[in-house]
């Protein structure tokens, strides 16, 4: 079974450009959540999709915004870039409530 | 908000010595969550435990599961250099957003 994909694995990005990530759950898991993770800072929750309907939001600025497609893929843009969104952004899917699957990332730098 | 915890944020040990990261929630949790995070990794669910006081092993890696459902920690005995990497425990809130702790990073000294 093929695991979670994310892509692109790198991006370089200036200020104020914008920004979208994309994320391929594995086959059967219709929840897909979005961390951002930097140094020193763990996991920050940005939000879940469930069956193509936000579960949960964390406490990021509108920005930072998702969505999530019929076949369960999920993408999140962010717009109007900052340095500070510079992290690695982490996708990870699960089925219901059960353990999470993490993607390998998205290394995204903003000059 | 609901918060878990987590303390130490960094442990260093001599290869061979033991290691315990512990895992505080500020409400009972249905269920905790493991995750190891090893240096330039992504997290990697390890364990589940649902059982109040509820220990479970995986070879050298012990879990436990409070008695009130609020602490769990993870004990490594005899570290090696593979264990290296962040640990963290991570809980369902009240909506079911799972929260994940600040992570204890494990550094190994062969």
């Known amino acids: 079974k093929a695991g979670v994909t994310q892509t692109p694995r790198y991006l370089i990005k200036t200020r104020g450009q914008q920004v979208t990530l994309s994320c391929s759950p594995i086959?059967?898991?219709?929840?897909v959540s979005w961390y951002q993770q930097t140094p020193g800072q763990g996991l920050q929750f940005l939000f879940e999709?469930?069956?193509?309907?936000?579960?949960n939001k964390g406490n990021f600025p509108g920005r930072f915004s998702g969505r999530q497609f019929s076949n369960s893929r999920s993408e999140m843009n962010v717009s109007t870039l900052e340095l500070g969104d510079s992290a690695l952004y982490l996708c990870?899917?699960?089925?219901?409530?059960?353990?999470?699957?993490f993607g390998d990332g998205t290394r995204l730098s903003i000059l | 908000g609901q918060q878990v915890m987590q303390i130490p944020q960094y442990q260093h040990v001599q290869e061979g010595e033991d290691f315990t990261t512990y895992c505080n929630s500020s409400?009972?949790?249905?269920?905790i969550q493991w995750y190891k995070q090893r240096p330039g990794g992504h997290p990697v669910f390890l364990i589940q435990?649902?059982?109040?006081?509820e220990v479970k092993k995986q070879k050298r890696l012990t879990f436990q599961f409070g008695e009130a459902k609020k602490n769990s920690s993870l004990h490594i005995t005899a570290t090696q250099t593979t264990d290296v990497g962040t640990y963290f425990c991570a809980g369902p809130g009240n909506t079911g957003k799972l929260i994940f702790g600040q992570g204890t990073t494990l550094q190994v000294k062969p």
């Open positions: 990870a899917s699960r089925r219901d409530l059960g353990a999470q699957h």
């Open positions: 409400t009972t949790l249905s269920n």
């Open positions: 999709y469930f069956s193509e309907t936000q579960r």
């Open positions: 086959s059967g898991h219709r929840s």
């Open positions: 435990l649902v059982k109040s006081g």
